[in-house]
């Protein structure tokens, strides 16, 4: 399985926000959607960094609620490893593993198509093992 099919089952929408806007900006979209990171966006690019619940919290625990008004930027990460849509279901989660990441953007020709998350690439190994068990337990039934 590849990342083409990730995003064709959960769809291509992708939460951004400026690097220029607040902490609190970034923790009310983060809670408004339901989401664990948000693809830090400027001028130029379409990929400036990210920005996860994980590292709010880390700063917040750190310097208290003053962090709030900081901006993205501040906080975001700016490593980002990213795959294409073309990247194996095997591969990703070794890309997760290995940088201990739970959000990878998705590019395709230097635009963001999508964002793929632990959870993710975990439901579809399920759902791919839940039809091979199907499959398996429908092959012994028939002799």
């Known amino acids: 399985m590849h990342v083409t099919q990730l995003l064709a089952h959960k769809g291509d929408d992708v939460a ?4 220029d806007r607040s902490i ?11 989401i ?3 693809v830090v966006t400027g001028s130029g690019a379409p990929l400036k960094g990210i920005l996860s619940e994980r590292d709010v ?6 310097r208290g ?3 709030l008004s900081d901006t993205v930027e501040s906080l975001m990460s700016t490593d980002v490893a990213t795959c294409t849509p073309e990247t194996t279901c095997t591969d990703l989660m070794g890309l997760m593993t290995e940088h201990r990441i739970r959000h990878v953007p ?3 020709d230097g635009r963001l198509v999508g964002l793929v998350s632990i959870g993710d690439v ?3 190994r399920f759902d791919e093992l839940e039809r091979e068990k199907r499959d398996l337990l429908e ?3 028939a002799r």
Request: net charge positive; proline share 0%; hydrophobic share 55%.
């Open 106 to 108: 998705v590019m395709s």
């Open 57 to 62: 919290v880390r700063a917040l625990a750190q």
């Open 36 to 38: 664990g990171a948000l």
């Open 16 to 19: 951004t926000i400026s690097k």
């Open 24 to 34: 609190a900006d970034a923790v009310n979209v983060l809670r408004e959607r339901g």
């Open 65 to 67: 609620a003053s962090v």
């Open 122 to 124: 975990v439901k579809a």
């Open 139 to 141: 092959y012994v039934s």
